[in-house]
């Protein structure tokens, strides 16, 4: 089967993989607020000490909406939004502070969005010392925030680097003026470059750069030129994601319509000229959907087997509990999921009523574990094994079996204890791991639910 062909069998709805069970398919298990902070006091006090712990703060304000953008945010120019978001976010973080019996010690921070540089330096300064303070910083820790290149200034890159932020990550996607305008996302190469050339002066010591493939209206011609000069500013990584085209959740997206977007077959063209420009230029893949240039701990980090994948995407940190501040956010506990609220009104009224803001979660079964543990493995490291006894399940026999196909595909190698993703498989392993999600096979979805895979 020649790549066209298997770009088009495998072109299907699926997950990411930031965690499994996937969203969707978390349960009726929870057991609401008192027993997710029972699973909260205990990763922490069963990992805190020895690997500390990791923060997710969701920042969702944004001037403008970019139309591709499948993330939760809240739209305004209304800059007055800042300091009490700020200050119901750490009443968050006391929240779960109250929980534990000693400091947490704090490995990793990441400020998403939205648009983190929406916030003044001022506010991210009140934000970032609150959430330090009484705590212990980890010798190893790493904090991170996304920026928009058009409204980073020097003052948010000092502001955040006196505090011990030295990774940043510039949204980019595409130069071509056209999908800018369709996207609504405006910056322009000069930005990218100040920002770039200020970070780098000042002392950060990774830059990630966000491109997307297959959003509407793109060209070749277009992708190329990006690339080229993106290849010229030479980021440390560089995110290259399929756009996920979800207007059932994203009504933003009905700006234009699937007759503005690539072709399967101009799809994987854009995947291939964007991938052999990036491995040409120095970067090596990792994982799925990123590249890093060998002097990055990305790299280092899947060449020691220590890659993760967590809902902040990948890191070379691992941290048993990520807590997720902030309206919508994520927490795993190792054992369990929780989600905030998605309405900054329903955040902040259940924070100001001294309860921490989830609205649903999940309590991983012994099933989700074992398959948990091999998804991940499949996203990091391209591999995994299991013992014998795994194949008594059920479950897992049935995924096994559904294997055939991207083996017959030449996609993967199956041994009887072993699995390993062949160079050709790389690209395609939502599909691979799909194959061993139990729950989404167990209940198939009758609508669309995920972005197209490939």
């Known amino acids: 089967m020649n790549p ?55 920042l969702p304000f944004c001037e403008s909406l970019c139309t591709y953008c499948g993330c939760n945010t809240r739209i305004t120019r209304n800059h007055k939004v800042e300091a009490p978001y700020i200050q119901t976010v750490l009443k968050e973080w006391e929240l779960y502070r109250s929980i534990f019996k000693e400091k947490p010690v704090i490995k990793e921070i990441h400020l998403g969005g939205g648009t ?157 000229l964007g991938r052999g420009m990036l491995i040409q230029g120095g970067y090596v893949e990792i994982g799925m959907d990123h590249f890093a240039l060998k002097t990055d701990s990305l790299y280092k980090a899947q060449m020691e087997g220590k890659l993760h994948r967590n809902f902040m995407g990948y890191t070379h940190q691992y941290t048993q509990l990520m807590i997720g501040l902030g309206v919508s956010s994520i927490s795993d506990t190792g054992y369990a999921f929780a989600q905030n609220e998605k309405k900054v009104e329903d955040y902040t009224t259940r924070v100001e009523e001294g309860l921490i803001p989830v609205f649903k979660g999940h309590h991983l079964t012994q099933d989700d574990l074992l398959f948990r543990t091999h998804i991940l493995n499949i996203m990091c490291k391209g591999e995994t094994s299991w013992e014998h006894s795994s194949l008594q399940n059920e479950a897992f026999q049935s995924g096994i079996d559904r294997l055939q196909v991207p083996v017959s595909d030449n996609l993967i190698v199956l041994e009887p204890l072993k699995l390993t993703v062949l160079p050709q498989g790389q690209r395609f392993l939502r599909n691979i791991c799909m194959a061993l999600d139990a729950r989404l096979w167990a209940n198939q979805p009758t609508t669309v639910m995920f972005s197209m895979a490939g």
């Open 4 to 58: 066209e062909e298997l770009v088009a069998k495998y072109h299907v709805p699926a997950p990411r993989y930031t965690s499994y069970p996937t969203v969707p398919y978390w349960d009726s298990s929870f057991k609401g607020l008192d027993a997710w902070k029972d699973s909260v006091r205990f990763s922490f006090n069963e990992s805190n000490t020895k690997d500390g712990i990791s923060l997710y703060v969701h």
């Open 116 to 272: 983190p540089t929406f916030f003044s330096p001022y506010n991210l300064e009140t934000l970032i010392e609150g959430l330090l303070s009484n705590a212990t910083v980890h010798p190893e820790a790493e904090f991170s925030f996304e920026a928009h290149p058009a409204n980073t200034t020097e003052e948010h890159l000092l502001s955040l680097y006196k505090l011990g932020f030295k990774r940043l990550s510039l949204g980019i996607q595409d130069f071509d003026p056209l999908v800018q305008l369709v996207i609504n996302r405006m910056q322009s190469y000069e930005d990218v470059r100040f920002v770039t050339d200020k970070a780098r002066e000042i002392g950060y010591t990774s830059i990630n750069f966000d491109l997307i493939y297959g959003l509407p209206v793109q060209t070749l011609e277009g992708l190329n030129k990006t690339i080229s000069q993106i290849l010229r500013l030479n980021p440390d990584r560089i995110a290259f994601y399929s756009y996920a085209h979800v207007p059932w959740i994203k009504p933003g997206q009905r700006r234009y319509t699937e007759k503005d977007l690539p072709s399967i077959e101009l799809k994987h063209k854009l995947y291939e």
